[in-house]
């Protein structure tokens, strides 16, 4: 093992280093003698062995003080060898450096790439939000990528949709979006299906035959959609993340099955919702509906993108745990775009959860 410093701020301040790699976190060491600056000044290169390093800096044992170093997620392993060739290390160069905020002495960042390229994620609906998550997918390097869209490419999808050209209009989306895709990155897998999703069968048949890590519902048509798409995922252990617009408040959320609440157990407890988002319009009759409108602009479209495939990227990599699931996350485009989160409790009845959560426990 060849430790080495990330790329952090060390400042003096006395007797004391005042040491910074998250701009939020500083972290004070005592260091009366400059033993520890002289240890993390070695440390820079990942040259040295730990026994070279205690030699070096004149200390019996320096292994404990790696392992507080490696706590506080300052060290790497230099030794460890790459699994990418120049291409990809060139390639995935922004992805890697991100990683490193995740990353220790035993486990690299390497580690969190390969999980993205062995990844497989099913995104049902290629339109303003499924391209926007799509394009993001394809940037992280998630190796396989399956679209499913019925619809054909329009004038009006312009204001939103930028995997599209004006002379691809009238042509299917799904196939369009998987050329770019191709196009984009050569070495990824996609496959595409021009379909409408109009069941929780047609969901689990499509589970079943692309075999999915991760599913992402960009659809929001019909009302049902949520619960077909909810029953297929959890019954097949499958996480899924959904994201939409209501009026002008993006909005995503996931579930992790038998480990997070699902869907059916909000729907069949809208009035629990902490905040209250749904809690006046519980049971009351629609009395006049008028057509959906899509007020997604491009802007918006690709917020929600990025964050609905920043929660891909924790569910595909578990570098930290998804923060939407069960839970809604609100963001306010009309206003000052403030966060506001929503969780909905797990309903020990609910019937959906009962067997993803035995999959869990076994
Ligand atoms: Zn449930």
């Known amino acids: 093992m060849l430790p080495r410093l990330k790329s952090l701020n060390v400042l003096a301040s006395g007797d004391e280093l005042l040491v910074s790699l998250d701009p939020k976190v500083r972290v004070r060491l005592a260091d009366p003698d400059g033993t520890v600056l002289t240890l993390l000044r070695l440390l820079r290169d990942g040259t040295r062995s730990p026994d070279e390093l205690a030699t070096d800096v004149g200390i019996d044992d320096v292994r404990p003080v790696l392992d507080q170093l490696d706590g506080l997620g300052w060290l790497e392993d230099a030794s460890r060898p790459s699994s990418f060739d120049a ?68 004038l009006r999808n312009f204001a939103r949709q930028f995997t599209y050209t004006e002379a691809e209009i009238g042509q299917p989306k799904a196939d369009r979006v998987a050329d770019w ?25 499509l589970i079943v035959a ?19 798409v909810n029953q297929a995922c959890v019954t097949a252990g499958v996480p899924f993340v959904r994201g939409g617009l209501a009026y002008t408040q993006g909005l995503y959320w996931s579930v992790d ?41 491009g802007p918006v479209a690709g917020v929600l993108g990025g964050l609905v495939a920043m929660e891909a990227l924790r569910f595909l990599t578990r570098l930290s ?13 009309a206003g000052s775009c403030e966060t506001r989160t929503d969780a909905w409790p797990a309903d020990p009845e609910c019937p959906v959860c009962a067997a993803a959560r035995a999959q869990v426990a076994a």
């Open 257 to 297: 099955p038998g480990r997070s609440a699902c869907r059916e157990c909000l729907e069949r407890h809208r009035d629990r919702l902490a905040d209250g988002i749904d809690r006046e319009i519980v049971d009351r009759p629609r009395v006049l509906r008028q057509d959906r409108v899509n007020r997604a602009i």
């Open 87 to 154: 291409h990809d290390t060139e390639r995935y160069a922004s992805n890697l450096a991100f990683f490193d905020a995740f990353t220790t002495l035993s486990h690299g960042r390497d580690e969190l790439q390969e999980r993205l390229r062995s990844a497989h994620v099913l995104v049902l609906g290629a339109g303003g939000l499924g391209s926007a998550v799509l394009m993001n997918l394809a940037g992280l390097g998630v190796g396989a990528l399956t679209v499913v869209d019925q619809d054909l490419v329009e």
């Open 181 to 205: 895709l191709r196009a984009f990155d050569t070495s990824l897998r996609v496959e595409s299906h021009r379909r409408r999703v109009e069941s929780t069968d047609d969901v689990a048949a």
């Open 210 to 228: 692309t075999r999915p890590d991760l599913v992402v519902s960009a659809i929001d048509e019909p009302d049902e959609v949520d619960r077909w």
């Open 321 to 333: 745990e998804p923060i939407a699931a069960g839970r809604y996350q609100l963001l306010d485009f």
